[in-house]
């Protein structure tokens, strides 16, 4: 069983940045593929990125592409989502989760856990 519990978002400025938080409980925390989901008002979730155990291997949407980097500490059990030149298009409630495999990328029904979701939320 695993814990994850975000932190992070908040309101930015378009063009401003954002970090994301999810540490995991447990001590297995490398063994577990990571991603970031989000969901805006209205709309279904979707993939944002992907992080494969070693950290080795990413994956990104297109839509946040260059913008947005997945990262990963086992040291501290946390991975992590720098999030640059946030657009309001990337308003949304965001989530962490977590795999218990090597890579899961962007489907979601290949996650095991989930983090309670963060309020990220970006003004014109």
């Known amino acids: 069983q695993v814990q994850l519990v975000q932190s992070g978002g908040g309101l930015v400025q378009a063009g401003g940045s954002l970090r994301l938080s999810c540490a995991a409980s447990g001590r297995t925390f490398s063994s577990y593929a990571m991603g970031w989901f989000r969901q805006a008002p209205g709309k279904e979730r979707e993939f944002v990125a992907a992080?494969?155990?070693?950290?080795?291997?990413?994956y990104y949407a297109d839509s946040v592409k260059g913008r947005f980097t997945i990262s990963r500490d086992n040291g501290k059990n946390t991975v992590y989502l720098q999030m640059n030149s946030l657009k309001p298009e990337d308003t949304a409630v965001y989530y962490c989760a977590a795999a218990a495999q090597y890579y899961s990328g962007s489907f979601s029904d290949r996650y095991d856990y989930w983090g309670q979701g963060t309020q990220v939320t970006v003004s014109s």
């Open positions: 992080m494969s155990r070693s950290g080795v291997r990413t």
